[in-house]
């Protein structure tokens, strides 16, 4: 029941990391959604803003730590070219050659188009503040952007749990 | 790209620009189809993968990604500055930008990029 440095910062990139980020762009997106004018109470409107700007804003964050310490932390450890790292034992043998091939190609990259994208919502959010409710332009541009910061975040999550799966960093 | 008013505006608030979202979210789409086309062009040239190589312990990954940020941040500020004060439509601009990020997301598909290696 011990884990070592390496696996604590995987554990740390992928499920604590990861873990808030979904909690992150489910309310950002809830907030966002229920922003409407018929939707949102003058009186409420204030609480949802600060809501939104804390969800936005904290997986804007979470994106940019979850990418930062994958690539500059974790990364050099799965490609280390000693026999015994993930990225060997994958690429040693035909059957498991695709892991690396297609899953870690594409994850290590599209992964960071997500805070890019999260990034700019955020923008959007703290730049128009309760004025969104009114903006409605801005504000599915900000759905948009927001669902698409998810689907290639979930892209890099699924695959990286599929890849630790078959060669996880020891 | 001239911006009509959204409707159910309050008549006494005066609209807010939408310039400088149109902005960040045009850079976006930049910064987004600057990874692909770095990431193909990693691909399909030593030369650049291995300029892009700023890391030993990342490889090539660590200047793909970082000059992907530096597009990004750099058309933001651009943009920010030539549309910070001007009228223009956020959806025009998403357009443009799910163009872009759809170029990025074909630049980093394996499938794709590999057939230049």
């Keep these: ?170 | 790209m001239t911006a009509k008013p959204d409707s159910g505006r309050r008549i006494h608030d005066a609209p807010k620009p939408e310039g400088p979202i149109a902005a960040a979210v045009l850079a976006a789409g930049a910064g987004s189809a600057a990874l692909g086309l770095l990431t193909t062009l990693a691909e399909a040239s030593a030369t650049v993968r291995e300029w892009l190589t700023w890391s030993d312990a990342v490889g090539p990954l660590s200047g793909k990604t970082t000059a992907a940020v530096v597009v990004w941040l750099a058309a933001w500020l651009v943009l920010h500055l030539r549309m910070r004060t001007g009228a223009y439509e956020t959806r025009r601009a998403l357009a443009v930008a799910l163009v872009l990020i759809g170029l990025g997301v074909l630049g980093t598909f394996p499938v794709f990029f590999q057939r230049f290696g």
């Design chain 1, 1 to 170: 029941m011990r884990l070592t440095g390496r696996e604590w910062w995987a554990l740390i990139h992928g499920m604590v990391l990861g873990g808030l980020f979904l909690l992150a762009f489910a309310g950002g997106l809830a907030e966002l959604y229920g922003l409407r004018p018929r939707m949102a109470t003058e009186q409420g409107l204030q609480a949802r803003i600060r809501r939104l700007k804390i969800g936005t804003a904290a997986m804007a964050v979470v994106t940019w730590l979850t990418d930062i310490t994958g690539t500059w932390i974790v990364y050099p450890w799965y490609r280390n070219p000693a026999p015994g790292s993930p990225r060997s034992r994958l690429l040693a043998s035909e059957s498991t050659a695709g892991w690396h091939e297609f899953a870690m190609e594409w994850k290590e990259h599209i992964a960071w188009i997500s805070p890019i994208l999260a990034t700019a919502v955020v923008f959007i959010v703290f730049s128009l503040g309760a004025d969104l409710v009114h903006h409605e332009r801005a504000r599915r541009t900000a759905m948009t952007l927001l669902v698409l910061a998810f689907a290639s975040a979930a892209v890099a999550g699924l695959l990286g749990a599929l890849i630790t799966k078959a060669a996880p960093v020891t």
